[in-house]
């Protein structure tokens, strides 16, 4: 037989096994491509839904230290092992994974920030695991949808007394009714709401001390226009007066002279009368 009739081989080389479909990107890779070369610090968001990651090696997220959301949905995680310190973390969701226990390790990485924590569809099956996050100060939000430990008796009451700072469990309050919580809003939202409220309270404080500022320096203006204002017309008068008592004195003195005139009037003619009795009688001594 000649070679053109033999079936043709088939394309693998012998002994080499096919290959398989394109792997999950592990999570370093995953890192790499949600950076794109930022520096860790200017990071403040890590999506790493779907990487390959059993267990965390303790230094891939080490230096994302102002990292305030990180998602790792469905890596296959097992344990929380060496979970790094982020104490800027608000919002970590770990849903979908192989979790069964281990909680303490956040506890352990000072997640002095955490809001809201997804741990739905994992393997957590006692109250008694999710005791370590009972030291989270700020958790308000916690999600174990498809946990085993849902159908744990008194499971709601039991993690709302575990976790004081706890709002919402599962979509719902401590008994069960639905409510709308937004993390951002409650968590960011009302203290810059509040910070504004306290400087337009304080705005408004200044402005009503700067009205009372302006009140005082008003009325001091106007006390010392009327307090002027008195003063030269208490002046004026007192001119007045003093020309009024000139004047008057002026009148007194000519009315003073005119009477004196008048006296040298009536003495003179009295004088006269004398003179003329005095020659009368002497022509009558004559006479004689």
Do not use: W
Request: hydrophobic content about 30%.
């Amino acid at each position: 037989l000649r070679s053109a009739d033999l079936p043709h081989a088939a394309s693998s080389p012998v002994g080499v096994a096919a290959q398989p479909r394109a792997a999950m990107s592990s999570l370093a890779a995953g890192i790499e491509q949600q950076t794109g070369g930022k520096h860790p610090s200017q990071v403040t968001e890590l999506i790493l839904d779907k990487c390959s990651a059993s267990k965390l090696a303790g230094d891939e997220l080490s230096d994302f230290k102002n990292l305030e959301t990180l998602s790792m949905i469905n890596v296959g995680l097992t344990s929380l092992e060496n979970f790094p310190t982020l104490t800027k973390l608000k919002r970590l969701d770990l849903n979908d994974n192989k979790i069964a226990g281990g909680l303490d390790a956040l506890q352990e990485s000072a997640l002095f920030s955490l809001r809201v924590l997804n741990l739905s569809g994992n393997r957590i099956q006692s109250l008694e695991d999710l005791a370590p996050l009972g030291s989270l100060p700020n958790l308000k939000q916690l999600d174990l949808f498809n946990c085993a430990v849902t159908s744990e008796d008194k499971y709601r009451e039991t993690v709302f007394d575990m976790i004081p700072s706890l709002i919402m469990l599962d979509g719902g309050d401590r008994n069960g009714e639905e409510i709308d919580y937004d993390d951002e809003l409650e968590g960011e939202g009302e203290g810059e709401d509040d910070d504004d409220g306290d400087d337009d309270d304080a705005d408004e404080d200044d402005l009503d001390d700067e009205g009372e500022e302006d009140d005082d320096l008003d009325d001091g203006v106007d006390g010392e226009d009327a307090e002027g204002d008195g003063e030269e017309d208490f002046g004026e008068e007192d001119e007045d007066g003093e020309e009024e008592g000139e004047e008057g004195d002026e009148d007194d003195g000519e009315e003073g002279e005119e009477g004196d005139d008048d006296g040298f009037d009536d003495e003179d003619g009295e004088e006269d009368d004398d003179i003329d009795e005095a020659g009368g009688e002497a022509a009558a001594k004559r006479a004689r």
